[in-house]
C-alpha cells in the first residue's frame, strides 16, 4: 500500500473500533524516514502502539538494525513492538533482542520464526522485561499454559471466527479463569480449521509463496471485505477458490459463517 494509504487505514481503524479497544498499527517501511513517518502518524492520531520489521534489504547485520530502531525510537513516545520474521527480513536474535530492549519505548514483540528454541532463549533474555507474543495460534494454549503468555498476535483469529463464534478468544478466557480442561477442549475442536490454514496459508508461504490471494478469498467466503490482490502478488485461480470454499466447507467454518452462530 502507498504511504498514503496506509495512514488512511489506520485512521479507519481507529474510527471503526472508537476507542474500544487498543490498537496497534504496522508502520514497517525499509526507509527509516517513512518508517518514522508512518510511526508519527500512529502516534499523532491516537494509536496505543506501533509495529515495526527489520528493513527487508538494507539492513544486514545486528548494528543496523540497532540503528535503524534507534532513529525511530528517539524520535516518537509511542511504545514500540519489534516483528521478528526471519523468512521477510534481518532475524533479531535473543542477543539482538536483548541489545533492542535497552531501548526505552519497545515494550513488546511479535516472534514469528516459528522456532520454539529461538521462543525459549528469547524468553530466558528479554522475557521479564518485554511482552513477547509467538505469532502462532497453534501453541497459543501451550503458551499460555507452560509459558504465561497473555498476547497472542497473529491473524488467525479473524480467519478462524465468526460473529457468535469466538472460540480463540472462548479458550483463552477459560485459561485465563484457571478452567484449563474446559480451555483444551475447545482449542482442540479447531484442529480442523488449522489444517486448512496450513494447507492454504501457512505451508506455501514456508515454500517462499505470498498467500495472500487464499488469505482475501478466506476472508471473503466467511463474510468479511478481503478485497482484490495487487500487482506483485496474483489472486488464485478459480479452481483453487472452488477447492478453499469445498475445504471451508468440510471444516464448518462457512456454514457457522452463514447462520452466524
Known amino acids: 500500500m502507498p504511504i498514503e494509504e496506509r495512514k488512511r487505514a489506520q485512521e479507519v481503524m481507529l474510527e471503526a473500533t472508537a476507542g474500544r479497544v487498543p490498537l496497534m498499527a ?36 545486528d548494528r543496523s538494525v ?31 533482542a536483548k541489545e533492542l530492549i535497552r531501548i526505552p519505548n519497545i515494550c513488546g514483540m511479535k516472534q514469528a520464526d516459528h522456532n520454539p528454541y529461538t521462543t525459549l532463549r528469547l524468553q530466558e533474555e528479554v522475557g521479564e522485561d518485554i511482552r513477547i507474543s509467538v ?5 497459543w494454549f501451550h503458551n499460555m499454559t507452560q509459558l504465561g503468555h497473555r498476547w497472542l498476535l497473529t491473524y488467525t483469529p479473524h480467519m478462524y471466527q465468526v460473529p457468535g463464534r469466538l472460540p480463540i478468544k472462548e479458550y483463552t478466557d477459560l485459561v485465563i479463569a484457571g478452567e484449563i480442561a474446559k480451555a483444551a477442549e475447545v482449542s482442540a475442536s479447531l484442529t480442523p480449521i488449522r489444517m486448512a490454514n496450513a494447507k492454504w496459508i501457512m505451508e506455501p ?7 495472500m490471494g487464499a488469505m482475501k478469498t478466506w ?26 470454499r469445498a475445504d471451508l466447507e468440510r471444516v464448518g467454518l ?3 459463517a452463514k447462520a452466524g452462530v
Request: glycine share 8%.
Open 205 to 211: 508461504w514456508r515454500k517462499g509463496h505470498m498467500t
Open 66 to 96: 540497532l540503528e535503524f530502531f534507534r532513529y525511530i525510537a528517539e524520535r516518537v513516545e509511542i511504545g514500540l513492538v519489534l516483528f521478528n520474521s526471519p523468512g521477510a527480513t534481518y532475524p533479531i536474535s535473543p542477543e539482538l
Open 254 to 256: 462457512l456454514q457457522k
Open 135 to 139: 505469532a502462532d495460534e497453534n501453541v
Open 26 to 61: 504496522g508502520t514497517h517501511h525499509q526507509s527509516a524516514k517513512e518508517a518514522l513517518a508512518l510511526t508519527r502518524h500512529a502516534q499523532d492520531i491516537g494509536c496505543d502502539f506501533a509495529i515495526l520489521l527489520t528493513p527487508y534489504i538494507a539492513s544486514n547485520n
Open 219 to 244: 476472508m471473503e467466503l466467511i463474510g468479511m471485505a478481503g478485497g482484490p490482490v495487487r500487482p506483485p502478488v496474483v489472486p488464485i485461480t478459480d479452481s483453487e477458490k472452488d477447492a478453499l
